[in-house]
C-alpha cells in the first residue's frame, strides 16, 4: 500500500544553519505530496505542497520539489530561525481521498 | 483555504465520563475526518465523518466508543464514551478541500 518514510528526529540545528529533512514515498498512482507543520500546542498547518512530478513547493522559506525518479520530496529552508521548532510531517494523497502522513520529524532550532 | 475550528480546545475529564468535541468548518469540505494524536506520535485516522450517515470507521476504532456525527457540510461531533486514562490525547478535526487536508486546532484530552 501507499506509504511515506521521514527522517527520524530529533534534529537539532543552531540559528542560520541549513535545513534538509528526508521524505521518500511509496504510492500506486501519481500522489499529490505536502509537508504540515505543528507548532507545540497546535495543530496541523499546511507548510506546502506539489501536485505533479517537477513541481517546487514554496512557503515562508522552506521548499520541496516533486521528484518522482526517486519518490522524493525533501523539505529544505536556507536559514533556519528558532522559531522554525516545530514538528514537520511529510504526507501523500492519491485520489484526493485519504491522507498518508509520515512519523514526524521534531526540528529544534537553538539561538 | 478553509478554517476549522474545534471546541473545547482543552478538558479534563473523569473516568466513565464522555466528552463530544464539536468540529466547525467555514466552508463546505467535501470530507471531515476525526484523527487521535498521542504525544510526540504520528496521527492515527480514526473515522471519516460522512454527511447524513454512518461514520467509517478505522480497524481498531468502533462506534460505540467513538460515536460520530455530520449533518451537514460544515460540522461535526466526536464523543468519546466510557473514557478511560487510555483514552488521553489530542483529538483532530480535519476537512478535505480540493485534495488538500486543513486541520483544527486539536482538543487536548485528559482523563483521570
Known amino acids: 500500500g501507499d506509504s511515506v518514510t521521514q527522517m527520524e528526529g530529533p534534529v537539532t540545528l543552531s540559528e542560520e544553519a541549513f535545513l534538509t529533512i528526508n521524505c521518500t514515498y511509496t504510492a500506486t498512482g501519481y500522489p499529490s505530496l505536502f509537508w504540515y507543520v505543528q507548532y507545540p500546542g497546535e495543530g496541523l498547518q499546511l507548510l506546502l505542497k506539489a501536485t505533479k512530478a517537477d513541481d517546487k513547493g514554496s512557503n515562508k522559506g522552506f521548499e520541496a520539489t516533486y521528484r518522482k525518479e526517486t519518490t522524493s520530496f525533501h523539505l529544505e529552508k536556507g536559514s533556519v530561525q528558532v522559531s522554525d521548532s516545530a514538528v514537520y510531517f511529510c504526507a501523500l494523497s492519491t485520489g484526493g481521498f485519504k491522507t498518508i502522513f509520515g512519523a514526524g520529524t521534531r526540528l529544534f532550532v537553538k539561538a | 483555504s478553509a478554517v476549522i475550528s474545534q471546541k473545547p480546545s482543552r478538558d479534563i475529564c473523569q473516568r466513565g465520563t464522555s466528552l463530544t468535541i464539536q468540529c466547525q468548518v467555514d466552508s463546505q469540505v467535501t470530507m471531515m475526518f476525526w484523527y487521535r494524536q498521542q504525544p510526540g506520535q504520528s496521527l492515527t485516522l480514526i473515522a471519516t465523518?460522512?454527511?447524513?450517515?454512518?461514520?467509517?470507521?478505522e480497524s481498531g476504532f468502533v462506534i460505540d466508543k467513538f460515536p460520530i456525527s455530520r449533518p451537514n457540510l460544515t460540522f461535526s461531533t466526536l464523543t468519546v464514551s466510557n473514557m478511560s486514562p487510555e483514552d488521553s490525547s489530542i483529538y483532530l478535526c480535519?476537512?478535505?478541500?480540493?485534495?488538500?487536508?486543513?486541520f483544527g486546532p486539536g482538543t487536548r484530552l485528559l482523563v483521570l
Open positions: 465523518a460522512n454527511q447524513g450517515s454512518e461514520a467509517t470507521y
Open positions: 480535519s476537512g478535505l478541500e480540493q485534495e488538500t487536508q486543513y
